[in-house]
Every structure is written in C-alpha cells, then in structure tokens.
T-cell receptor, first 117, second 111 residues
Framework: GAVVSQHPSRVICKSGTSVKIECRSL??????MFWYRQFPKQSLMLMAT?????????EQGVEKDKFLINHASLTLSTLTVTSAHPEDSSFYIC?????????????FGPGTRLTVT | GQQLNQSPQSMFIQEGEDVSMNCTSS?????WLWYKQDPGEGPVLLIA?????ELTSNGRLTAQFGITRKDSFLNISASIPSDVGIYFC???????????FGTGTRLTIIP
C-alpha cells in the first residue's frame, strides 16, 4: 500500500512560538506533497503544493512567510507554522502523490491537531 | 478557494438502509474521487472515477461520474455502523495535481 505518516499527531504551543509538522511517505518516494488545513466541521482547504528540491507553491491567501514548507527529500516534507497565534489552531493534513501511479491517487496522512494557547 | 457543493449536508439513517449523496460543481472536472474521513483522521480514498458516465463499485459502495462532468454520485447499500463518518468528493483537472474538495456529507446511523 501507500502509507503516509505525520508527526506529531497533536501539539499544543504558546502564542508566538513556532511549530514544525512532518509528513513522510513510508513506502514510496513522493516528488509532490500537499498541505491542507481543516477547521472543525469544514472541508479540506489546500494550503500549498510541496515539490521536492524546489520552492513550494502556495494557494492564494496563504502567507508563505508564516507557513514555511521544506521538501528536502523524496520522503519528507515539513510545514513550520511560525509565530503561531490562536487563529492558527486547526487540523493540518498532508497528502502525497505516488509517481508510480496515476496523478489523482493522493494518499493522506492521519493529520496533526495544532492548538495555540 | 473553490469548493464543490455536496448534498445532503448530513444524513441520519438506520442500519441497513441505503444511502445516496451527490456532489456538484459549476465547472467540469476530468477526475472525481470519493473519500471518507473518520473523526481526527485523514481522508481515505474510496473510489476514483476517470471517465464521464463511468459507474464504479467498491463493495457496497457505487459511484458515478456524471455525463456533464460537473457532478458525481455516491451510493452506499445496506449501511453498517462503520459507515459512519464524513464523506467528501474531490475533483481534479487533467494535468493539474491539485484536488478541490466538496463541502462534505456527514453520515450518522441511528441505533
């Protein structure tokens, strides 16, 4: 199968601090990973597309200086929420595309619940 | 960003009943996907549809890619307790890896 993991699963941080979330593809190499944000009882909203070895592409309205994305290897992408504020509290989910399959087969991680106090 | 409209928003059914939900868009998509999300977890792919008019089954689940390419339908037959969750449709354009997600349908089974 195609397994995507995220770490941590839950994190609580204080306002003004930074938090790093990791997304790993465990049994395939992912040239492209995606980061989503989901507020309670809402749908998934794409934040950015992370490409291995190049800069991430951010969706309109997403601050690239606040949500830093690094895709340093074919199995790891990281999302860093800088200077976090309570309004950044959300469920962050990553997905990865397996280049060995059709482009529409994206596999999702289990998500990271961020709470900023 | 753009979202696809799903209906109904929520469903309350009894175990054993069949379920139908749909997803509509103002623009066409080349691929439609249906995901299920359990609380506190990421979405899991249920069915992928690649051609207009295509009807695909996965166990008790059946999904169809609308002829206009602007809608898709998901049916669940003989619902069981583990079907509880939120169902999302997602559309994808050819040559574009990004997924556009629907607003979701929350399925609850009444004991």
């Amino acid at each position: 199968g195609a397994v995507v993991s995220q770490h941590p699963s839950r994190v609580i941080c204080k306002s003004g601090t930074s938090v790093k979330i990791e997304c790993r593809s465990l049994d395939f190499q992912a040239t492209t990973m995606f980061w989503y944000r989901q507020f309670p009882k809402q749908s998934l909203m794409l934040m950015a597309t992370s490409n291995e070895g190049s800069k991430a592409t951010y969706e309109q309205g997403v601050e690239k200086d606040k949500f830093l994305i690094n895709h340093a290897s074919l199995t790891l992408s990281t999302l860093t929420v800088t200077s976090a504020h309570p309004e950044d509290s959300s469920f962050y989910i990553c997905s990865a595309r397996n280049p060995g399959t059709f482009s529409y087969e994206q596999y999702f991680g289990p998500g990271t619940r961020l709470t900023v106090t | 960003g753009q979202q696809l409209n799903q209906s109904p928003q929520s469903m309350f059914i009894q175990e054993g009943e069949d379920v139908s939900m749909n997803c509509t868009s103002s623009s066409i998509f080349n691929t439609w996907l249906w995901y299920k999300q359990d609380p506190g977890e990421g979405p899991v792919l249920l069915i992928a549809l690649y051609k207009a008019g295509e009807l695909t089954s996965n166990g008790r689940l059946t999904a169809q890619f609308g002829i206009t390419r602007k809608d898709s339908f998901l049916n669940i037959s003989a619902s069981i307790p583990s079907d509880v969750g939120i169902y999302f449709c997602a559309g994808q354009l050819q040559g574009n890896e990004k997924l556009t997600f629907g607003t979701g349908t929350r399925l609850t089974i009444i004991p």
